[in-house]
């Protein structure tokens, strides 16, 4: 049985307020697909969709070659071939660890020892064989998600879902668990959806992103995609920003890109939509395109194509320093690195890489506001 999944034109309602609006995309067997946006996008609506908790109101869903959801065709969840992961694990508080992650075995009817050994197999590999017996309210919260996703793992379902299983758990502990469901469900070469609001988990963990705006999947591809070609201010925004500043095209676009006459300079922006000179946009900068000059070293150089800048705070990162610079204009960057400290108050010289500047006319058509003339709903094989 393979576990490609498609969904297709996929929407839901609640009363009058549209949650999910025509979602397609399909994921091919045994990749990791994370769909990525804000509080209230529809994220956990859409997996509950997946996962037959919800129903959606139009649209299909096929795993393989089995029809999941389309019109009056509804599985129940446990008919789906899959099992979900939730924010606040979903434990049954009792029954002991081992007896949660063998819940999920009993429906198949596997002989007694058989369904032991697998228990204590995927319980061993999540690190919890020392807690097989304790119950739910003896583990710690990294402990109970281990035990959840061990329950996910144990009937290597074909498809899995994990709905913000992190976000919960401590930033040192979420760091572990990430690594670990990456691995784990790698390994077990399930499908994986996995959703989430936090863009350097998506970045950590996925084969594809997609992004969702107010039900919309308004951009689906690699993490290289998203980051070098963000399809509009929404996503660039939502992917990770030093900051923003307004301008107007000094000339036409070209293949190159488009010179941005900014208040703070002018900025050769690499991508972005096709406009003509005069053109009001928005600049929107990549923390990674930012690179620092002491302005006293360049004092000979013509620092052209570059801005001057004066360093706010500077944060001290381990590796490095991450600083936050003010712009002529009053506009600031965050989050620029750099293995040196510039001092509070220092004037620097902003070099800008074209490959992490984007110019978008203002105001960018949103998806939202003009539904009638939106693009295709984004269908994308990946
Ligand atoms: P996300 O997981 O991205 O935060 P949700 O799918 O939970 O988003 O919610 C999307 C929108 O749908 C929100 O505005 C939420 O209030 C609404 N919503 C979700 N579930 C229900 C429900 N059962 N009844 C009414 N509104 C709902
Ligand atoms: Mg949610």
Request: hydrophobic share 40%; proline share 5%.
């Amino acid at each position: 049985m393979t576990s490609h999944l498609r969904v297709e034109n996929l929407s839901k309602s609640f009363g009058s307020s549209r949650v999910l609006r025509e979602v397609s995309f399909s994921v091919q067997p045994g990749r990791f697909l994370v769909l990525l946006g804000p509080s209230g996008s529809g994220k956990t609506t859409l997996l509950r969709c997946l996962a037959g908790i919800e129903r959606a109101d139009a649209g299909s869903i096929h795993l393989g070659d089995r029809l999941l959801a389309h019109g009056r065709t509804h599985l129940a969840p446990d008919r789906r071939d899959l099992a979900m992961v939730f924010q606040d694990y979903a434990l049954w508080p009792h029954m002991s660890a081992s007896a949660n992650v063998g819940y999920a075995l009993r429906r198949r009817r596997l002989a007694e020892r058989e369904a032991h050994t697998r228990v204590d197999a995927v319980l061993d590999r999540v690190g919890l064989r020392e807690h097989a017996a304790q119950y739910p309210h003896e583990l710690s919260g990294g402990q109970q998600q281990r035990v959840a996703l061990a329950r996910a793992l144990v009937a290597e379902p074909g498809l899995l879902l994990f709905d913000e299983p992190l976000s919960n758990l401590d930033a040192d502990l979420r760091e572990r668990l990430r690594v670990e469901i990456s691995t784990l469900t790698r390994e077990s070469g399930a499908t994986v959806v996995y959703i989430t609001h936090d863009q350097s988990e998506a970045f950590a963990l996925a084969d594809e992103i997609g992004v969702l705006e107010g039900g919309r999947l308004v951009q689906l591809g690699s993490p290289e995609d998203l980051y070098l070609r963000p399809s509009s201010p929404f996503v660039a925004q939502f992917t990770g920003l030093a900051g923003e500043l307004t301008g107007h095209a000094a000339a036409a676009s070209t293949d190159q890109g488009v010179s941005v006459r900014t208040g703070a300079g002018v900025v050769l922006a690499g991508s972005g939509d096709a406009v003509t000179a005069g053109t009001a946009l928005r600049l929107l900068i990549r923390p990674a395109a930012v690179t620092l000059v002491d302005a006293t070293e360049l004092a000979a150089e013509a620092a052209t194509g570059s801005l001057t800048g004066t360093v706010v705070d500077t944060a001290y990162r381990g590796r490095g320093y991450d600083h936050v610079l003010e712009l002529p204009g009053g506009t600031q960057l965050t989050g620029v690195f750099d293995r040196l400290a510039h001092r509070r108050g220092t004037r620097v010289h902003v070099h800008l890489d074209p490959e992490g500047c984007f110019a978008f006319p203002e105001p960018h058509p949103s998806p939202l506001s003009a539904p009638a003339q939106s693009p295709e709903p984004v269908s994308t094989r990946i």
